[in-house]
């Protein structure tokens, strides 16, 4: 009886184990599978990018490399301008109401020197319009308001500098991309004029070259009126911001004469 009790436990024994190994088996074969499928996953997607940026690089080339030298030439510098002016924009950005009650403040409390202190620890095109505006108080309110306007021009020509060149950027790409599309064209008309007989495939190339530096023209065009159109809107922010501070200086100042 021992004997058979004994025989019984070795049998479970080896029907678990089988069981354990054959559950290991399992677990191991799907962990298995889904590191093969993240894996194809991965590849998958590193060969549609290097796809996308061959086939972009590949396109640029057959475009010609004059023409889309330059439109290329021009997103650079269009683009390069235009985060240059957005980090300038960002930085003359100012909390004009806070500004302004520090200023006021510092009016009743230390005097027309107090204010200018705090318009000289500030940053910003407002806090330097407010700057010279208090530094001709003592030849009076006119003199003040006088200062305020003009450094307030001088101010907006710095926030605009090189912003033209954007949008000169944004006209000449296109029509290097046109001018691109008239070349194209042309020379798949000399091919047709040297064969003699007009065939598709002597005026293919022709005409991919045109749509290509076309494509390519509008896309810079595109990316750039972008960046340009944020640019004139700050711009516009900041300037409206600099008229109601200023308004708002005067009126502090001929409350503090009285």
């Not at 993240?38 to 549609?48: F, I, L, R």
């Not at 306007?149 to 020509?157: D, L, P, S």
């Amino acid at each position: 009886m021992k004997r058979l009790f004994s025989i019984l436990a070795i049998l479970c024994f080896m029907v678990m184990g089988t069981a354990n190994a054959t559950t290991y088996a399992t677990t191991a074969n799907a962990v298995a599978a889904t590191i093969q499928d993240d894996a194809a996953e991965d590849t998958a997607a590193v060969e549609e990018s290097a796809g996308f940026h061959q086939e972009l690089k590949k396109r640029f080339i057959e475009g010609g490399p004059v023409f889309m030298g330059i439109v290329l030439l021009c997103l650079i510098l269009g683009l390069a301008i235009a985060i240059e002016r957005i980090i300038f924009l960002n930085l003359s950005t100012t909390n004009t109401k806070k500004l302004t009650k520090e200023v006021e403040d510092a009016l009743q409390s230390g005097g027309v020197e107090a204010a200018k202190e705090v318009c000289r620890n500030t940053k910003g095109p407002v806090a330097s319009i407010f700057y010279q505006g208090l530094d001709r108080t003592d030849e009076g309110i006119e003199a003040a308001e006088k200062a305020v306007v003009a450094y307030g021009g001088v101010q907006m020509g710095q926030l605009e500098k090189n912003v033209s060149w954007i949008s000169l950027f944004i006209a000449l790409a296109p029509m290097l991309g046109f001018m691109g599309t008239v070349i194209g064209m042309i020379q798949a008309f000399d091919k047709i004029q040297a064969a003699g007989d007009m065939q598709p495939s002597l005026v293919a190339g022709g005409i991919k070259v045109a749509l290509l530096t076309t494509v390519f023209g509008l896309i810079v065009a595109i990316i750039l009126q972008i960046f340009y159109n944020y640019i004139i809107a700050k711009i516009d922010s900041i300037v409206n911001d600099m008229e109601d501070a200023s308004i708002t200086l005067m009126d502090l100042l001929i409350r503090n004469k009285k």
